[in-house]
């Protein structure tokens, strides 16, 4: 005995017979079987996506029902041209760093194919599962066009950009109602111009995979200098060749000797990885060479992951902190104006990634220590020289509300550790002051700012992360000038002159200056040449992981 169909698909079935009925009366088809599936998606074949993420989420029931359950990628029984150019749009992911599974792809073309794809034998099942994916898509595609696959929220605890915001929803309906769907998507995809340079230099890198990579370099000796002779010479050359640092002009020397014109392309690949430029093929720039090109791509996408975090715009005038690259760059206009090198924190005390504003300028900033510097990094000093706390400008005084100063020659200092230490230390103004003569403040939750420092040899390292956790600049000076433009006597001369009467003075900014500091492993230049730094706070391993690369970027 054959049991009764359940209600749902004789429920089905009548709605499918009246789609026939409408496409022959010429009435939209697909309207009622939309309907269902949003308000009954129980009731339905389940799509790929499931409930949660198309029939059933807020966004999308709400959408339909404003536009009664019309379709929007289909009309009488036809797929719209839209609909073809967003499927190809989605096939094409990877141009952006993005990835068409994450948008169904390959399901979207199968309901295509069985919607469509035979006008003899159109499905309005498949058809109106293919307007609600494709449709989803479209709001997942947004959103990470907007601010990202991931919520950098959920990765780092202090993160505090703002995102962009748009309505999506309108954005669809204004193409459904005749906007150009490829200048709709355009508008979503970030502006800056990091993110166009490095798009390009991600479709160079592919090119270069897909001609199969670049040579790796095996080399028997430890290192290679400028005219030594080696058999790894010459795959060195070509591998160099293929990233663009040695251009043959046909006057290459034996094709085993270093000569001048690779020394000079093994420079320009050590420039741009963040290696000491020295021209000499060590073991640090070896390993660099000899990266794999989906590694970089990998690395690329994840920095354009990064990129689309940010806010819709960073301001007219603004700085940027790279804290992968160890650099501050001053912005104005949309042209870069100025650049200098930084000392950022070091892995146990990273630096955060934040964005705020400099208010004030202080000259001559004494150094409130924090506790655990004080207990961490300067009682173990203190314990084997006390009297380095005179020679280095430090004064003691006691927790409290009275901060009664203390004589610190007669503290015992051995009888205090990190859980007993009841003092606070502060160091006066002056050449040994660990703030240097500047200090920039901007607000803020993680107590940080930017300050010059005694300790200039450290700008002379490649890699730079050495500090708390603030951020040192190797020209104070000037950055203060390009801070205080405009406003009233603070030029060059003024500020020298109140730097050296010792006296500690705080300059509030009438234009303050927004500041965004970032973690970028990989950018690109006007012309396309890609840069690439050492990930050395591992939050490229932990993106990846989170946007389902696996834990291994390199």
């Not at 730079?464 to 406003?487: H, K, M, N, P, V």
């Amino acid at each position: 005995m054959r049991r009764a169909a359940p209600l749902a698909s004789l429920f089905l079935f009548s709605l499918i017979a009246t789609w026939s009925a409408a496409q022959a009366g010429g009435e939209d088809p697909l309207s009622p079987l939309i309907q269902e599936k949003i308000e009954h998606p129980g009731a339905v074949s389940a799509i790929p996506c499931k409930a949660e993420r198309a029939c059933g989420s807020r966004i999308i029931r709400e959408f339909y029902r404003k536009r009664a359950y019309q379709p929007v990628w289909s009309s009488a029984g036809r797929a719209l041209p839209r609909a073809r150019l967003f499927v190809e749009v989605l096939g094409s992911a990877r141009d952006e760093g993005l990835r068409p599974g994450d948008y169904h792809y390959e399901t979207v073309l199968r309901l295509f194919q069985q919607a469509f794809g035979d006008p003899a034998r159109t499905s309005p099942d498949a058809a109106a599962d293919f307007d609600l994916l494709l449709t989803n898509a479209f709001f997942v595609y947004g959103t990470h066009m907007l601010s990202g696959r991931v919520d950098p929220r959920d990765l780092f605890r202090n993160w505090s950009l703002d995102e962009r915001g748009l309505d999506l929803s309108s954005v669809l309906e204004e193409v459904v109602q005749g906007r150009d769907l490829r200048e709709a998507l355009a508008a979503l995809r970030p502006h800056y111009s990091a993110y166009v340079f490095l798009l390009a230099a991600l479709s160079r890198y592919r090119a270069i995979e897909e001609a199969g990579g670049w040579p790796q370099v095996a080399m028997a000796e430890k290192r290679l200098e400028r005219w030594d002779r080696s058999p790894a010479v010459d795959i060195l050359r070509r591998r160099l060749q293929i990233t663009g640092e040695f251009r043959d002009s046909g006057g290459s020397a034996a094709p085993d000797l270093f000569d001048d014109a690779l020394y000079q392309a093994v420079r320009a690949f050590q420039a741009r990885h963040g290696l000491t430029v020295d021209g000499v093929v060590g073991p640090k720039t070896l390993a660099a060479l000899n990266v794999p090109v989906d590694a970089r791509v990998r690395i690329m996408e994840l920095n354009l992951e990064r990129l689309r975090w940010l806010p819709e715009t960073l301001g007219g005038r603004y700085l940027l902190l790279n804290i992968a690259d160890f650099s501050l760059t001053a912005w104005e206009g949309g042209k870069k104006c100025m650049e200098m090198k930084a000392i950022v924190g070091r892995t146990q005390r990273q630096t955060p990634l934040l964005s705020s504003t400099i208010d004030t300028v202080i000259l001559n900033p004494p150094w409130n220590v924090p506790h655990s510097i004080a207990t961490k990094d300067l009682l173990p000093a203190i314990r084997k020289d006390p009297g380095m706390l005179v020679k280095k400008g430090f004064r003691v005084f006691r927790l409290g509300a009275d901060a009664e100063e203390i004589d610190p020659s007669g503290i015992d200092w051995q009888r205090f550790s990190e859980r007993n230490f009841p003092f606070r230390l502060r160091q006066d103004p002056g050449p040994a002051n660990a703030l240097g003569d500047m200090k920039f403040s901007f607000p803020n939750t993680e107590s940080v700012y930017l300050h010059g420092t005694p300790a200039h040899n450290l700008f002379m390292k490649s890699r730079r992360d050495f500090s708390s956790g603030c951020i040192r600049i190797e020209d104070t000076l000037a950055l203060a000038e390009w801070i205080l433009d405009g406003q009233g006597s603070w030029n060059r001369d003024a500020l020298l002159v109140a730097l050296a009467t010792g006296v500690t003075r705080s300059i509030p900014v009438r234009r303050p200056v927004p500041i965004h500091v970032l973690y970028l492993t990989a950018w690109a230049e006007p012309d396309g040449t890609a840069h690439f730094r050492p990930d050395i706070y591992g939050q490229d391993v932990v993106l990846a992981r989170a946007l389902g690369m696996g834990g291994q970027v390199l």
